[in-house]
């Protein structure tokens, strides 16, 4: 055998040889070492993802939630046409199926009322079981803010049609036409409708063992009151009233408690807390803040996100003061 033959039969045996145990060991480190740093690398990626998205989501609900109340608040004791609800009348009695109580729809002098901490005056409508605890329910009470044509009233619905010095309120039987005896003295006349709303907040979603918060709404449908949900994860709905009691135009008192009929006529202002909640809970993330959300501090201890959103709404339509 010369040189050039053992030389490729060296080649040949190493070649067959394979890797020794030393360099298959070494080479499970370096490929553990790796997929080690993909799986930290997708899992922090995957963390500030969940977390991004929480924020922007909890943003989202909390932003769409507080408008929503804010431009409802906004017009709070606006009646169409007429300035003076003392001159509106009904028509009849207007009992709704399922109202929070007797003439809740058409209490014209308390456009804005609510409930502090408690549904003991709303339990008509909204159940023990379906009110979360030490929550505030915020009612408000006005007219849609366009005039509505006559063949588009739905039955069993409310309507108000108002001139500047009169109105009168009905419930709509019939689809086509208004009864005959539903008529004002005065023009122009314009009809609305009227619109009652009750925000609170109910433990859980779709069903109990869900146990998401969520924003709801008593609105009449159809001529019946009914829930209708808005945002999920609001955890807390407080409510401050800014009261003028001196009559000199500005807030002087700021009111937790229940207003009364004969202080409607003193709120400017209505302060709204939402205090909402991610979505999803964060690993490696602990809340340790405390949240003060109107009468109420909150605090937990536990992995999910929450942001507190605060607005001060103007009452634009505001009942004559009662000093």
């Known amino acids: 055998m010369n040189d050039r033959q053992r030389n490729r ?7 067959e040889r394979g890797m020794t145990l030393i360099e298959l060991m070494i080479s499970l480190v370096i490929g553990l070492s790796l997929s080690a740093a993909a799986i930290l690398i997708y899992l922090n990626n995957k963390q500030t993802w969940v977390a991004q998205d929480n924020i922007a989501r909890l943003q989202e609900s909390g932003r769409f939630a507080l408008q929503l109340l804010r431009e409802d608040i906004r017009l709070a004791g606006y009646w169409g046409l007429n300035l003076s609800t003392v001159t509106i009348a009904n028509s009849e009695t207007i009992d709704l199926p399922n109202e929070c109580s007797s003439g809740w729809a058409t209490d014209y002098a308390r456009p804005v009322a609510f409930a502090n901490n408690t549904n003991s005056d709303y339990r008509a409508c909204i159940p023990d079981s379906d009110y979360k605890d030490t929550t505030d329910i915020i009612t408000i009470r006005r007219s849609s803010s366009n005039p509505v044509e006559i063949d588009s009233i739905t039955k069993g619905n409310l309507y108000l049609l108002t001139s500047l010095t009169e109105g009168i309120a009905f419930a709509a039987d019939t689809d086509a036409e208004l009864d005959p005896g539903i008529d004002l003295a005065e023009s122009p006349a314009a009809l609305y409708r009227v619109l009652a709303h009750a925000y609170y907040i109910r433990p859980f979603s779709d069903v109990s063992s869900d146990a998401v918060p969520t924003l709801m709404r008593e609105t009449i449908i159809g001529g019946n009151v ?6 999920e994860f609001i955890e807390d709905l407080q409510i401050t009233f800014g009261l003028d009691t001196i009559g000199d135009g500005s807030v002087d008192v700021y009111d937790n408690d229940g207003i009364t009929a004969d202080r409607a006529g003193k709120v400017i202002t209505v302060v709204v807390d ?7 809970p964060e690993a490696g993330y602990t809340n340790t803040r405390t949240y003060q959300v109107g009468d109420r501090v909150h605090s ?3 992995r999910f996100r929450r942001q507190l959103f605060r607005n001060t709404v103007y009452l634009r339509n505001r009942p004559e003061p009662t000093l």
């Open 9 to 15: 039969h060296r080649e040949t045996t190493l070649s």
């Open 226 to 231: 009914s829930a209708e949900p808005i945002v």
């Open 274 to 280: 939402l205090l909402v909640r991610a979505a999803e």
């Open 300 to 302: 937990f201890g536990d």
